[in-house]
């Protein structure tokens, strides 16, 4: 009987520890999957991330590319029938440059969007007041200039 006592807690004893050895190799393999697969994700993320800012620039520049054009295209600021005022040509803004802008204004950097901002301010208050004091065409000039300087910028910097 003592035989079989014996060989009854050897084979228990031997499965016990067969099992727990499995259960912890087991369990280690499982959280080395889940390291490396917490890896894979994060580079996919970062890699659809950096595949997304590299499409939204590139839209981004497509965007200026056509404002750029627009504005060799059409004499949008002139010399003003004042001495050191310029002269803005609102319709024509209105009608070749400010659609390109606000169809792809979400793709802009946010200073161009200030100054577009900026010159429908303007625009607005003269419209508003059916008037125009020159001071006021020659600041959507300035304005005008200012978003093609900042956008110029873009493609140096």
Partial sequence: MDTVIV????????????????????NQKNKHDNMQAEKRRKWELEDKER??????EQNKFIVYNKILKSAS???IVT??????????KIKTY?????PIIYEN???LDKEVVS?????DTEIDKMNFLDD?????????????????????????G
């Fill in 7 to 26: 060989t009854v807690i050897g084979t228990l004893s031997g499965t016990l520890i067969g099992t727990l050895g499995t259960w912890i190799m087991n």
């Fill in 115 to 119: 100054r577009v901002r900026k010159i």
């Fill in 132 to 156: 125009s004091e020159p001071e006021w065409v020659d600041n959507c000039a300035r304005l005008y200039d200012e978003m093609l300087e900042m956008i110029e910028s873009k493609y140096l």
């Fill in 73 to 75: 295209e059409h004499m």
């Fill in 51 to 56: 595949t997304e800012l590299r499409e939204s």
């Fill in 105 to 107: 204004l979400h793709l």
């Fill in 79 to 88: 010399a003003g029938k004042y001495i050191n005022l310029r002269d803005f």
């Fill in 94 to 98: 209105m009608d070749s440059v400010r």
